[in-house]
């Protein structure tokens, strides 16, 4: 009897950490940051002078029952002869009983600050749908009403972001959903609302010099949201042979990061990486979080594309 109840009560402490930390993560959450851009920063879209397409799946504390899983799928170019970039993001994000899913244009337009300096502006509409499924829980007591049915909500979405770069640095500042979607327990209902204190605020940055033989590349990004500290990632990478970066990171919430891309040839680029807990959830998800992408550039004339850009 004692040993069912203190086993009740492990799993209630558990639940109440994975609902804190799902609320946290309104945004998916990637650990090659840099290298999606696309998704985080509408104003990224359109500066590689190529169209570029990029393929994601995440899957998180692999081993926890309900972990957050997550598909993503950003494509993007420049309109030719213009200052215009134009992109399409999709985001299934996946976390207990919660489907959340955005849909995404977006157009931005850069400026020369001078022969290697580029400024773009970004924003972005489409859809959110947040969908709570309170039928697939298993609870004690049959008949719930927070467990009886099936809610959903879809409604418009905005967001904007600025984007800085040169030759081999970047910088960028992002609000990628100005709407939140959140599920009212009062009224069984979702709603989709303006509100300032729930919104995701990112900025990042990140350099590229030559160390020796090797370039180098660390990246730092802070993500600000209402209620929650301050998060931070730090990440440093090595490219070695022109084809092969490896990589490691930190993230504040007490994650170590491995990260690893390579460069098949000049259209295409798989990405794999793994993160650990650091903290006491390792007990539950043992076997870490797993996170591979493909990145595929082409273009429609034979110019190459900005060489530095390619770093970021």
Not at 122 to 150: C, N
Request: glycine fraction near 10%; aromatic fraction near 16%; avoid cysteine.
């Amino acid at each position: 009897m004692i040993y069912m109840q203190l086993k009740r009560i492990i799993i209630g402490i558990v639940l109440l950490l994975v609902t804190s930390i799902s609320y946290g993560q309104d945004m998916a959450q990637f650990n090659h940051y840099i290298a999606n851009q696309g998704l985080l920063n509408p104003a990224y879209n359109g500066t590689r002078d190529v169209i570029s397409g990029l393929l994601i799946h995440r899957s998180q504390w692999v081993g926890f029952e309900g972990a957050p899983m997550t598909q993503a799928l950003n494509v993007h170019g420049a309109i030719e002869d213009t200052n215009l970039g134009v992109g399409v993001s999709i985001t299934n994000d996946i976390v207990g009983f919660s489907n959340n899913l955005d849909a995404f244009g977006s157009v931005s337009y850069k400026l020369m600050v001078d022969r290697r300096k580029f400024v773009s502006f970004g924003l972005q509409l489409g859809v959110s749908s947040r969908v709570y499924d309170g039928t697939k829980a298993v609870t004690e007591q049959y008949g719930d009403p927070l467990f009886e049915g099936k809610q959903s909500k879809i409604g418009l979405n905005v967001g904007f972001g600025t984007y800085f770069y040169g030759e081999n640095y970047f910088a960028g500042f992002s609000i990628p959903r100005m709407f939140s979607n959140n599920f009212d327990e009062d009224v069984s209902l979702y709603k989709n609302s303006l509100d300032f204190k729930n919104m995701h605020m990112y900025l990042y940055g990140g350099y590229v010099f030559d160390w020796q033989d090797v370039k180098v590349k660390p990246t730092l990004l802070f993500r600000e949201v209402y209620g929650a500290p301050l998060q931070f990632d730090v990440t440093a990478n090595v490219l070695l042979m022109e084809k092969l970066w490896l990589g490691l990171g930190y993230r504040s919430i007490s994650e170590a990061v491995f990260l690893a891309e390579y460069i098949i040839d000049r259209q295409f680029t798989v990405r794999y990486s793994f993160d650990y807990s650091l903290s006491s959830i390792n007990q539950y998800a043992k076997f870490g979080s797993h996170e591979i992408s493909l990145q595929f550039d082409f273009t429609f004339n034979k110019r190459a594309g900005m060489r530095s850009i390619r770093y970021f």
